[in-house]
């Protein structure tokens, strides 16, 4: 690992470019996503829900901005009825999942342009198959019209989160664990994201890994809402896993400055205390934090929870005054564990 991280930092990618991830509320060129639930992963019960729930975080961005939608050959009547006349583009394209947040090309900016960054997707840790997922990245920058940009590192878009201006939130469960990054060590991955996303300064996060099939994503913990003013989920059900884990983040970040100094304001939305019935279950990823930033709205969850979704709904109208907070239901996608953020990514203006 050391001689390929050494290459790519000193040999061919020293080539005088330097990149940055923009922060996510930037203006945005499209967002992508894949319609890609199966039955085999999903199961004969919730994949209509899921479909379903895909459509409609599609066609409410596309009232905001254009979306493109990468969608398998045989499921394009399928995916038109559901859409229906949104300004929804349907791209053919083979697929595993519908996880674009982790398959797809993270965006970056330089002096020579735009390119995505192929993070070598691997299944979580190759706990799920991805013979087509793991090529998701180059089939969407190349549709783009952008440069692949490789690396050895291996990590997904729902396990980093920046703030644009160098400053990353990055969970130690999920990059530095052995089923994806054998051997590397926090200071061969922030020398990496100092390149591929220009980065200064990494917050780690513990996480927690073996629960969730991502090994404790980032994008469900922690997200910026601005400059030195974090988001930060809280769960208060004392039998969850992420009970003293969001506790143990909370600490953390308090404690933080960003990379320009700024001590960070970190901004609390607790997690609802009921869900919606028909689809509750073990794995329902019954947060917030897990909202999608577009241009000139806040897509984010509702379920079913009046207070919590309420006092969820005011937080980020607080955090994004000149955007519209739209609410959504997505129980189908959350009973699998996901949210609105991991069904998207965003491709920003040149």
């Known amino acids: 690992m050391t001689e390929a991280l050494s290459s790519l930092l000193l040999g061919d990618a020293d080539d005088g470019r330097r990149w940055s991830m923009p922060d996510e509320g930037e203006p945005h060129k499209r967002t992508w996503m894949a319609f890609g639930a199966s039955k085999d992963v999903w199961g004969r019960r919730l994949l209509p829900q899921v479909r379903h729930d895909l459509a409609l975080i599609a066609t409410t961005i596309s009232r905001f901005e254009p979306v493109s939608m990468l ?4 499921e394009l009547d399928i995916a038109r009825h559901l859409i229906g006349g949104a300004n929804v583009e349907l ?3 083979q697929l595993d999942d519908l996880w674009i947040r982790d398959t797809g090309p993270v965006f970056v ?3 020579h342009g735009r390119a995505g960054v192929d993070f070598n997707f691997n299944g979580w840790g190759k706990k799920q198959r991805h013979r087509y997922d793991r090529k998701v990245a180059e089939v969407v920058a190349r549709r783009a ?7 050895e590192l291996t990590l997904e878009g729902g396990g980093i989160e920046v703030d644009g201006e160098g400053t990353a939130i990055i969970t130690e469960s999920c990059v530095l664990n052995n089923n994806r990054n054998r051997g590397w060590k926090k200071e061969d991955v922030e020398a990496e994201l100092r390149y591929l996303l220009g980065l200064e300064k990494i917050i780690w996060l513990p ?3 073996g629960f969730d099939i991502t090994d404790g994503h980032t994008d469900f913990y922690a997200r910026f809402a601005g400059p030195g003013v974090v988001v930060a989920g809280l769960d208060n059900d004392p039998d969850s896993f992420d009970y003293e884990v969001t506790r143990a983040h909370l600490d953390i970040l308090q404690s933080q400055t960003d990379a320009r100094g700024r001590e960070l304001r970190v901004e609390v939305i607790e997690g609802p205390t009921e869900v919606r019935p028909q689809f509750d279950s073990e794995d329902f990823a019954a947060g917030y934090i897990n909202f999608y930033v577009c241009n000139g709205a806040v897509i984010a969850p509702g379920f079913g929870d009046f207070a919590a979704d309420s006092a969820a709904r005011a937080t980020l109208q607080r955090l994004f005054p000149d955007r519209q907070v739209v609410q959504i239901p997505i129980d189908g996608i959350a009973a699998g564990g996901g949210g609105i953020h991991c069904t998207t990514q965003q491709e920003p203006v040149g």
């Not at 969608?71 to 045989?74: K, L, M």
């Not at 019209?145 to 690396?151: A, D, H, R, V």
């Open 91 to 93: 791209v053919v394209a």
């Open 145 to 151: 019209g952008i440069e692949p940009l490789p690396t």
């Open 71 to 74: 969608v398998r050959p045989d």
């Open 109 to 111: 900016k330089g002096d």
């Open 207 to 209: 996480g927690i890994a």
